[in-house]
């Protein structure tokens, strides 16, 4: 089956600190990669997205590539800001099934 | 683009009666709705999913008489909560899959969320 597996946090930075959230894999076929972002009582907002090997996503200084070989797709963020504050999903698709969530990432930033 | 919303945002009802919460997408056509549920500090678990025209497919575990789900029309899914108990309090979740109006065939579009709370 399908799965996807992430690093639980919570993580605490300080501003303007680098941001890794590791994300790996396992899929039945050729998935297609997610990042979503929730902001406290709020609903999912797609974050970026890859759809083939190698490819990178990236939005709001975000990004994250889409690794075959390893089955990741990490995220990263080279300076994260205090609105930056929020849990972060990692999450696949396979030929249009239906999605398949990582246990989200809580991410703190401190002033 | 691709802008997801629910109805209402939250609300608080008394054990036994019935809620029902909308989700509408507002500027494109969606055949296919999902409907989540969400625990604090939790990860979103699927409850069905809901197909423009046809009974919804419901995940195991997720009783169908109690949650109600209406696909009418491209653009509008309901999902009701019938006789509802202090365990169904939750915060719920509708999404909508792209495929038109500039919308991609592989993403959901998430709506806002419904925070519901049966006293």
């Known amino acids: 089956g399908n799965s996807v597996t992430q690093m639980e946090g919570p993580v605490t930075l300080s501003e303007e600190a680098f941001l890794t959230i590791n994300c790996t894999y396992t899929?039945?076929?050729?998935?297609?990669l997610f990042w979503y972002v929730q902001y406290p009582g709020e609903g999912l907002q797609l974050l970026l997205k890859?759809?083939?090997?190698?490819d990178k996503g990236s939005n709001k200084g975000f990004e994250a590539t889409y690794r075959k070989e390893t089955t990741s797709f990490h995220l990263e963020k080279g300076s994260v800001q205090v609105s930056d504050s929020a849990v972060y999903f990692c999450?696949?698709?396979?030929?249009?099934?239906?999605?398949?969530f990582g246990p989200g990432t809580r991410l703190s930033v401190l002033p | 683009g691709a802008v997801v919303s629910q109805h209402p945002s939250w609300v608080i009802c008394k054990s036994g009666t019935s809620v029902k919460i909308e989700c509408r997408s507002l500027?494109?056509?969606?055949?296919?709705m999902f409907w989540y549920r969400q625990f604090p500090k939790q990860s979103l678990m699927l409850m069905a999913t809901?197909?423009?025209?046809?009974?919804?497919?419901?995940e195991q575990g997720v009783e169908k008489d109690k949650f109600l789900i209406n696909h009418a029309s491209l653009t509008l899914s309901t999902l009701t909560v019938t006789s509802a108990h202090p365990e169904d309090s939750s915060f719920y979740i509708c999404?909508?899959?792209?495929?038109?109006?500039?919308?991609?065939?592989?993403?959901?579009?998430f709506g806002p969320g419904t925070r519901l709370t049966v006293l």
């Open positions: 999404s909508a899959r792209g495929g038109v109006s500039g919308t991609s065939a592989d993403t959901q579009y």
């Open positions: 899929a039945t076929g050729y998935p297609s």
């Open positions: 890859a759809t083939k090997a190698d």
């Open positions: 999450a696949l698709t396979v030929m249009r099934q239906n999605f398949v």
């Open positions: 500027d494109f056509q969606a055949t296919t």
């Open positions: 809901s197909n423009e025209g046809s009974k919804a497919t419901y």
